[in-house]
């Protein structure tokens, strides 16, 4: 039977052979079988999820709008009757007894590949390809042409082997966390411009986690990149979106054009003047510790910071209240914890019934909790500036309150 030869790095992985290699992407499309859903009781075919049309149109968008793509390897599988891996003896290169050798996958003419992993990847090229059906001289398609899909090639009969690869695949990787994963994607004006506002802000400088998306209790870290990231778009957009991508989108859109200054100078008044806080400008001072904050008082819950961003948002256009001035307005709230652990009032914390639990004093978590704890702060805003009103500079002390405290002790004492 005719073969095709296939250019491949093998090794034995698990008692197997696999291989290495890459094609382009018309190529590929053409020699995979479409997968079929996954099913326990067949004995004939390992199957495959069921395919994400979202996350693959997702795909389809990021390889047409992105030059310098880049995708992992798809793992795809073939039987031992319809192919066989020859090394190739090439003088000064490799060994029999090295890992890696090079050599020729022989594939029978007609056979297909099964898709273990990568569908959603090889999908996203279907649909790519077939959107410029027929208009092989467009620049995309020259660049899927000119371009290599890596893949890893396995020589696997058992369907039920096929389908514990792809379980142990799933298992044995570990996603990034949001925050590492939105830090390092600077495609995203957004992420851009934090990265480059923390060297400007005293409260973020030095003072931002990336690895996690929550600090551990004992963390230097005050916030998670992705709570600046959320509380951040909040600010700027407010909470009319419902999914993240959606509030990605309008967020970014605010970097674009004309109105890109003004957002980064939204970004910065809020950003510094939250650092003027009295508690946050404690840490700022060195006077107190993140982990000192954190056991003291709720500023370090991504949900407090969700509701003071919203509320600030709503105060600034609502009511027409400079974000500085909105943001000052929120020191008169205490934002120390209760340490009550039951029958929590409003005289305890003014978050009670929003973010903290009446019953047991924990945070509550999800939206309708931030969104009920923006509305009480709000409020608060506008008792101290009103409408049209601002904040008086002098109200906030930046720096310097235990000197003013200090004074303040001695004043009474003279007077008592």
């Keep these: 039977m005719p073969k095709i030869q296939i250019p491949v790095i093998g090794y034995q992985q698990g008692g197997r052979q696999m291989m290495v290699t890459a094609m382009s992407a018309p190529d590929l499309v053409s020699m995979v079988t479409k997968p079929k859903p996954w099913n326990p009781a067949a004995t004939t075919e390992h199957g495959n999820r069921v395919r994400d ?7 389809a968008h ?47 003419i007609g056979a297909k590949f099964d898709v273990g992993d990568g569908q959603h990847r090889i999908g ?49 990787v ?30 973020l400088t030095g003072r931002v986690e990336y690895a996690k998306d929550n600090p551990g209790k004992l963390s230097p870290n005050l916030l998670s990149f992705k709570t600046i990231r959320y509380v951040s778009g909040l600010l700027l957009v407010g909470n009319g979106y419902r999914s993240p991508a959606t509030m990605d989108k309008a967020v970014n859109s605010r970097f674009e054009g004309d109105g890109a200054e003004a957002a980064r100078g939204e970004l910065r008044e809020f950003w510094t003047a939250l650092g003027e806080l009295t508690r946050y400008a404690d840490v700022v001072s060195g006077d107190v510790t993140v982990p000192e904050l954190r056991e003291a008082t709720y500023l370090t819950s991504a949900g407090v910071l ?101 004074y303040d002790a001695i004043l009474k004492e003279e007077t008592a």
């Design 53 to 59: 049309q979202k996350h693959l149109d997702g795909i």
């Design 62 to 108: 990021y390889l047409e709008t992105v030059d310098k793509y880049v995708l992992g390897s798809v793992v795809l599988y073939l039987t031992s009757k319809e192919a066989e891996f020859k090394a190739l003896d090439v003088p000064g290169v490799s060994g029999e007894h090295d890992a890696a050798r090079i050599g020729v996958l022989s594939v029978d």
């Design 124 to 172: 996203a090229y279907d649909k790519t390809i077939n959107d410029h059906d027929g208009d092989d001289d467009h620049p995309l398609i020259q660049r899927l042409k000119n371009s290599g899909q890596p893949m890893i090639i396995v020589i696997e009969d058992d369907p039920k082997g096929r389908a514990q690869d792809f379980a142990d695949l799933q298992r044995n």
């Design 174 to 203: 570990k996603a990034p966390t949001a925050s590492l994963g939105q830090s390092m994607d600077r495609r995203q004006p957004i992420n851009r411009e934090l990265s480059d506002l923390f060297d400007t802000i005293p409260l």
């Design 306 to 406: 969700y509701a003071i961003a919203f509320a600030v948002y709503q105060a600034h256009g609502k009511h027409k209240v400079a974000i500085a001035d909105a943001v000052r307005a929120v020191d008169i709230v205490s934002f120390d914890r209760t340490q009550k652990t039951a029958d929590i009032e409003n005289e305890d914390t003014v978050f009670a019934g929003t973010l903290i639990s009446p019953k047991t004093g924990k945070l509550e978590a999800g939206r309708t909790a931030w969104e009920g704890a923006a509305d009480v702060l709000l409020t608060k805003i506008v008792e101290v500036i009103g409408s049209d009103a601002t904040v008086p500079a002098q109200h906030v002390v930046t720096d310097g309150q235990h000197r003013i405290a200090a």
